[in-house]
């Protein structure tokens, strides 16, 4: 039975799914941007492109095995559901948002009866239910930072990244409901019939991702600096030392190091003897 795989068609989230599917290994082919699904060449995997807030929905009733979403829309889906994997992108919030010249400034300073403006009325209704406010829910498909100011809501609940869209509408964060960001997530039902294949596409953009923050770091260095650079470059498994041929005084080495420590790590091979400094990309990195 083929696998199905549901990513979102458009949006914040669509690019970079994209970009970690086809660094990954899968290839979708060169007609995918206009194609509703396709089968990835070589795997018995078909991916979905669909809105991202349909997704939890397809995974729990069962139509696809993995999709990749929003913490959010899982949230406002009100499905339980498994994230096999945080993917580390999409990163934002979902927020109580009121006017700043309002006498609102925490929730309890809501009064009943309250218009709230939002595209996730499921998880805003939860959210004001717990707290004991009777308010009204005003679903709106975006834009919500502007319903205030033209009396369609008193206050709204909304996705925050910066914070900037909210201040140029003179709105103002008073408490968040959801901290969010992009998973890969299934549902115990597939992975119990899917597992392995779930796996395989986690383990795969993971990766992906894992490589991302890393470079392949080769330098030949003097062999008496070799204890030094053992403590310099601990690496998955310590430095990787190769011969170099007609050469008893040097040796060859190959570590991998986060990215952000390049700078500092090239600096002080050079003041150890080092020569012949290489970095390298890595596509995907597997431990």
């Known amino acids: 039975m083929t696998f199905k795989m549901a990513v979102p068609n458009k ?3 669509h690019d970079r799914t994209i970009e970690l599917l086809l660094k990954s290994g899968l290839d979708l082919g060169e007609d995918w941007g206009r194609r509703l699904y396709v089968t990835a060449k070589n795997q018995d995997i078909e991916i979905l492109f669909v809105r991202a807030q349909d997704i ?21 889906s009100g499905f339980v559901l498994k994230e096999v994997l945080e993917l580390e992108f999409g990163h934002c919030r979902l927020s109580v948002a009121v006017p700043e010249q309002s006498n609102i400034r925490t929730v309890d300073d809501i009064k009943d009866g309250c218009r709230v403006a939002t595209s996730f009325p499921n ?6 239910d717990s707290k004991g406010k009777n308010v009204e829910i005003v679903n709106v ?32 964060e008073i408490e ?3 901290t969010s960001q992009a998973v890969m997530v299934t549902s115990e039902k597939a992975m119990e019939a899917n597992s392995a294949r779930i796996m395989d596409i986690v383990n795969s953009v993971k990766s992906v991702i894992d ?11 003097p062999v008496s600096q070799l204890p030094e650079i053992d403590k310099l470059f601990p690496g998955l498994a310590g430095p990787t030392v190769m011969n ?9 080495i190959h570590v991998v190091v986060d990215s952000n420590t390049i700078f500092d790590s090239v600096n002080k091979l050079q ?10 990309p890595i596509e995907r990195l597997v431990p």
């Open 11 to 13: 949006g914040r989230l």
């Open 56 to 76: 939890p929905r397809f995974i729990a009733i069962g139509s696809v095995d993995l999709g990749i979403t929003g913490q959010d829309q899982i949230a406002d």
């Open 123 to 128: 998880v805003t209704k939860r959210f004001f």
């Open 141 to 172: 498909s975006g834009a919500a930072e502007i319903m205030p100011y033209i009396g369609v809501s008193d206050i709204i609940v909304d996705l925050v990244s910066s914070g900037a869209t909210l201040k140029t509408n003179r709105l103002m």
């Open 176 to 178: 968040t409901l959801v």
């Open 211 to 221: 490589a991302e923050n890393k470079k392949y770091l080769m330098a030949d260095v």
């Open 244 to 252: 170099i041929s007609g050469r008893t005084d040097m040796v060859a």
């Open 271 to 280: 003041k150890l003897g080092a020569k012949g400094i290489l970095t390298l």
